[in-house]
C-alpha cells in the first residue's frame, strides 16, 4: 500500500496541500447530480453504510474484513457498476480521475472543509466523524479545515467555476475570476500554478489586441484581421476581438452580404453560403452586435453558440435598434477563420396584411401590428397634397367625408428601445382611389297590374338600376358591394307581358325562397334592385318588396317593404 497513489505526500506534505479550488471540469453539473441525490459530499456515493473514509493522504473507504481499499479509477468503476443508484454520478468521478489522479481528493476535501467551515461544530472532531471521516484522519482534517482560508460566496464562485472558463478558452473570464482570489492560491499550489498561466495567456492576448487596433488605425485591414483571429483562437471571450473581426471583414455599403438577415414580425432569419474552404469547419458562432446611440463598444449576443447548419434564427431581437450579424467558423470549438458579416439592419418590421379599402365617401384600412411595436401611426394625404385628419385604432381606421380622388396612406411602427427612445420604421404607403358611388335606391315597390308585376323606385337617378334575382341570402338593404357588371347576378328573368308589366316565370312552389325577397304564388320569384354608376364597380341594394294575394272579394293587392 505504501506504492499508492498518495502515500509519497505524508501527512504533513498532505495538510499543507489543501485545495482551495476543485479544479476540475464541469463541478457545477457534479455537484447538481450530488444534490439530486441527497448526499452532502462525493464521498458518500463511495462509501457504503457504516463505512469509514481516508481523505488526507490519497482516498481511501473501509471494507471490512479485507481493512482500506485506495479509491482509483478501477475501483471507481467498480462501484458504479455496483450501485445503480449512484452510478452515473460515480462513473463521471472515475472519467476526471482518468484526466487528473487527484481530482476526487481534491473535490472530497474541498467539499468536506467547506461543510466544517460552515457547520457551528465545525472545530471538534465529532463533526468529521459524523460526516464519514476516519477518527483517525479527523483531528487533523478539522485543523486543516480551521487554518484553510474562508472563501465568501463570491471566491467561492470563482473557485468553482475557474476551471470551466479556462477549458473553454473564456480567458478573459477565467482573468476575472482568478482576480478575486488570493495571487498564491491560498498554499494551495496546483491553483497558484493555474493561476500564473491565465495571468500570462491574458496577458499576451492584450499585447497581440494592442499590436491588432494599432494595424486597424493604420488601415492594414488584412493584417489587422489576423491579429484579431489569433487573439480569438486564444481568448473565444475577447469581445474586442469579436468587434475588430468583424470591422474588418464585413461588407461594404450596398454590396451583397455573404449572410443575410430577413426580418420578420417577430424575429430575424439569418443564412450563409459557403463562401470558403471550410473542410474542417465542424459548426458555427453565431452572433449580433447593436449599435448604441451613445460612444461605446456594440454590446454582443450569443445567438446560436454552436451549429453545424449555414442556418440560425435570432428569436429575441431587440425592436427598434440597428443590429449587424456575424457568423464565424469554428474548429474544435473555437474560432477557427474570418467570419461572415451581414449589412447592417434595422430592427423595425413594418406591419403585415395591410389592406386599403374605400367606400361611399370613405377609406377603411386594416393591418396586423408586429408583437414588438409599441403602436401604429397611420397618415392620409388626400388628392391636393393636404393631410386629412386621421384617427388610428387598434389594428386600423376608417376616414369618412372624403370627396373622389386618389389617396396616399402611410402607415409605420414605433418600437421603445430597451434605454427608453422611441424609434418609427420607415412605414408603408400605398394608394387608394375614392370612386364616386351612385344614389341609393330609397323605396323598391312592386304593383300586381295585367297578370303580372310592375316595379317601382326612388332614387337612383343618376345611375343604372338592374333587377335581379340574387342567389342565397341577399345582401342587407344598404351594403356597398364592389362587384363587377359581369360579377352582378344576371337580370330578373321575368318575360315582359306589357311595357312596364314582368310576368314571373312558372315555378312548381316558391318554398325555396329565402328572405329578403318572397313573391307568393302565383308570382314565385324574387327581385333585388342595385344601380351603378357608368364605369364604376359600386353597386347599393335596394330595400326589397313583398308581393302578397288578396282576397277574392277585393282581388289582388301588392304591398312594399
Not at 496541500?17 to 457545477?28: C, E, F, W
Request: aromatic residues 4%.
Amino acid at each position: 500500500m505504501g506504492l499508492e497513489f498518495g502515500h509519497r505526500l505524508g501527512l504533513p506534505g498532505a495538510l499543507s496541500a489543501l485545495p482551495l479550488s476543485p479544479l476540475v471540469d464541469g463541478y457545477q453539473e457534479l455537484v447538481a447530480r450530488q444534490r439530486a441525490l441527497g448526499l452532502s459530499h462525493i464521498g458518500q456515493a463511495l462509501a457504503p453504510a457504516g463505512a469509514r473514509l481516508r481523505v488526507l493522504d490519497g482516498v481511501f473507504v473501509s471494507r471490512a474484513p479485507r481493512g482500506w481499499k485506495h479509491v482509483n479509477s478501477a475501483e471507481l468503476r467498480r462501484s458504479a457498476a455496483e450501485n445503480p443508484v449512484t452510478e452515473a454520478l460515480v462513473q463521471r468521478v472515475a472519467e476526471l480521475c482518468d484526466q487528473d489522479p487527484t481530482a476526487l481528493r481534491r473535490v472530497l476535501l474541498y467539499q468536506l472543509i467547506e461543510l466544517l467551515q460552515g457547520h457551528p461544530q465545525g472545530g471538534r472532531a465529532a463533526t468529521a466523524v459524523s460526516l464519514g471521516v476516519d477518527a483517525g484522519e479527523a483531528p487533523a482534517l478539522v485543523h486543516a479545515a480551521r487554518m484553510r482560508r474562508r472563501l465568501n460566496s463570491k471566491e467561492r464562485e470563482a473557485a468553482e467555476e475557474v476551471q470551466d472558463a479556462w477549458a473553454l478558452r473564456h480567458i478573459r473570464r477565467a482573468a476575472r475570476l482568478a482576480s478575486l482570489l488570493p495571487a498564491d492560491g491560498g498554499r494551495d499550489p496546483l491553483l497558484a500554478n493555474h493561476l500564473i498561466r491565465i495571468a500570462n495567456l491574458a496577458k499576451e492576448t492584450d499585447t497581440l489586441l494592442v499590436a491588432a487596433q494599432r494595424r486597424e488605425g493604420e488601415g492594414d485591414a488584412e493584417a489587422a484581421g489576423e491579429a484579431y483571429l489569433r487573439v480569438s483562437r486564444l481568448a473565444a471571450d475577447s469581445g474586442r476581438a469579436l468587434r475588430g473581426l468583424v470591422r474588418t471583414h464585413r461588407p461594404a455599403e450596398g454590396a451583397s452580404a455573404p449572410l443575410t438577415a430577413e426580418l420578420t414580425p417577430e424575429a430575424v432569419k439569418l443564412a450563409w453560403a459557403n463562401t470558403m474552404d471550410d473542410t474542417e469547419v465542424t459548426a458555427w458562432r453565431v452572433i449580433r452586435l447593436e449599435r448604441l446611440p451613445r460612444h461605446g463598444p456594440a454590446p454582443i449576443t450569443e445567438i446560436q453558440g454552436r451549429t453545424a447548419s449555414r442556418s440560425a434564427q435570432d428569436a429575441r431581437p431587440p425592436f427598434g435598434s440597428e443590429v449587424r450579424y456575424a457568423a464565424f467558423p469554428l474548429s474544435d470549438g473555437c474560432v477557427d477563420g474570418p467570419p461572415l458579416v451581414s449589412q447592417p439592419l434595422l430592427l423595425t418590421p413594418e406591419v403585415s396584411d395591410l389592406r386599403l379599402v374605400d367606400g361611399r365617401e370613405r377609406v377603411t384600412a386594416t393591418w396586423t401590428r408586429p408583437p414588438g411595436a409599441a403602436r401604429v401611426d397611420a397618415g392620409v394625404t388626400g388628392p391636393d397634397g393636404d393631410g386629412v385628419e386621421t384617427a388610428v385604432g387598434e389594428g386600423g381606421f376608417a376616414v369618412c367625408g372624403l370627396r373622389d380622388g386618389t389617396y396616399r396612406v402611410r402607415v409605420s411602427c414605433r418600437y421603445r428601445t430597451a434605454d427608453g427612445r422611441e424609434v418609427r420604421s420607415p412605414g408603408l404607403e400605398e394608394s387608394v382611389t375614392v370612386h364616386p358611388w351612385p344614389s341609393p335606391v330609397h323605396d323598391l315597390t312592386a304593383t300586381a297590374r295585367d297578370g303580372g308585376v310592375v316595379f317601382s323606385w326612388t332614387g337612383g337617378e343618376d345611375a343604372e338600376v338592374r333587377l335581379v334575382e340574387w342567389p342565397g341570402g341577399a345582401p342587407t338593404s344598404g351594403t356597398e358591394l364592389q362587384l363587377t357588371t359581369s360579377e352582378l347576378p344576371s337580370p330578373l328573368p321575368w318575360r315582359e307581358a306589357a311595357p312596364g308589366v314582368l310576368v314571373p316565370r312558372p315555378e312548381p312552389s316558391c318554398a325555396s325562397l329565402p328572405w329578403p325577397y318572397a313573391v307568393s304564388a302565383p308570382w314565385p320569384g324574387r327581385a333585388f334592385a342595385s344601380k351603378r354608376l357608368p364605369r364604376s364597380r359600386r353597386w347599393l341594394p335596394s330595400a326589397s318588396p313583398t308581393v302578397a294575394p288578396a282576397s277574392p272579394s277585393t282581388g289582388r293587392r301588392v304591398s312594399g317593404r
